[in-house]
């Protein structure tokens, strides 16, 4: 008996034991998780797996956390401790949603009972240990087939915030450019076709002076002016149409609408109420210029022969919609409409705009056409 530990001492040995693995799962050390539960401790293990699980998840970019059936946090990867700012032991034990900002805290737990037929994802701010905010993107979903363990994917938003923020200024930033431009168009350059005019006038007076080698160059210079004259009133509105700040975004795409069909024998209906009201200045050049890229578009790609717009207001939001019967766009071609929003241009960059504005775009294309459509809030 004596060479025999006391029983007394192996269980406290055991419990030591498993409380040391207990914290090895918790803290990412080996491939499992542990979930308290009412009838005791539950262990989730990754079998088959060709590298760790802990290896992987410890490796991501992303935070990612693992919540017991009270959203208590059991597990957290190293990226989500580094993002909060606080060491890994503070988080785990903790409620997730007390690291959210106040006002989050019902869309969180809204998101978490969405999450139990499967999965869910929404946009939400984190709190760091410094008492700042930032906007992440939470991705939940089931890991257990009892639902008593939720996966959350947690990914800092502020790098894709401040491309948005960029690609908004420099939106800004070119519609005062095409302002001034077309002012200095119409101020500079349409007084000084203004006054050759005046001077043409004069020769035309003389006229009956000149041999016809003369009268016909000078008829010549008289059309060459007028053309010279109307185009440069054209790339004046088009820049920016007076009509946009006079008369509002109805009146603004009515005008574009019939010179664009002109130009180009692209048929267009343009649907919009007679008493269409009007928007904020940068709500309007925003809807202006989808507008414009979309028919810009439908000219140059897709092959179409006629287009049509529809712009109304539904309960309180501004529903835009831009419809082609062309040839569609192509996937690879969709998919570098949606890279091209990181720098500002295109219809993607007329998206982020349109998301700072608290509004949306969506591009639907297949070989029948492609529709584009936008919703905004207005009330």
Not at 129 to 143: C, H, R, T, V
Not at 184 to 197: K, N, P, T, Y
Not at 242 to 269: K, M, T
Request: net charge negative.
């Amino acid at each position: 008996m004596n060479n025999h530990i006391p029983e007394v001492e192996r269980s406290r040995q055991l419990m030591e034991e498993a409380e040391q693995t207990l914290r090895a799962i918790q803290h990412g050390t080996v491939d499992a998780f542990v979930v308290e539960e009412a009838e005791g401790h539950r262990v989730y293990t990754l079998e088959g797996a060709d590298l760790p699980y802990s290896t992987l998840v410890e490796r991501m970019q992303q935070g990612a956390a693992m919540l017991d059936a009270g959203g208590r946090v059991v597990y957290c990867n190293l990226s989500l401790a580094r993002l909060l700012g606080v060491p890994r032991e503070s988080v785990i034990g903790n409620l997730l949603q007390d690291s959210l900002a106040s006002e989050d805290q019902p869309s969180y737990q809204r998101l978490l009972n969405d999450s139990q037929a499967g999965s869910s994802e929404g946009e939400m701010r984190l709190k760091l240990a410094d008492g700042g905010l930032i906007f992440a993107n939470f991705s939940f979903s089931q890991l257990s087939r009892d639902k008593s363990a939720t996966g959350v994917l947690i990914t800092d938003l502020t790098p894709q915030r401040q491309q948005m923020e960029l690609a908004s200024r420099f939106q800004n930033v070119q519609d005062d450019e095409r302002k001034r431009l077309a002012r200095e168009l119409h101020d500079s350059v349409g007084q000084l076709l203004v006054a050759i005019g005046m001077n043409m006038e004069t020769v035309r007076l003389q006229t009956h002076k000149l041999d016809s080698n003369g009268v016909r160059a000078f008829k010549d210079n008289v059309a060459m002016l007028n053309q010279v004259s109307r185009e440069i009133r054209t790339i004046s509105y088009l820049l920016h149409p007076p009509l946009l700040d006079i008369a509002g975004l109805a009146s603004a795409l009515r005008w574009y609408v019939d010179g664009f069909s002109e130009r180009s024998q692209i048929s267009v209906n343009l649907e919009v109420s007679e008493d269409f009201a009007r928007l904020s200045s940068e709500m309007e050049i925003a809807i202006f210029r989808i507008v414009q890229e979309c028919l810009s578009n439908i000219s140059r790609h897709s092959g179409g022969t006629s287009a049509a717009i529809r712009l109304h207001m539904e309960g309180g939001r501004l529903l835009l919609e831009v419809q082609d019967n062309g040839k569609g766009i192509p996937l690879d071609k969709q998919r570098e409409l949606i890279e091209q929003g990181r720098s500002g241009v295109g219809l993607a960059g007329m998206r982020e705009r349109l998301r700072q504005l608290g509004g949306a775009l969506e591009i639907k294309s297949k070989d029948t056409g492609t529709l584009v459509s936008a919703t905004l809030k207005v009330a």
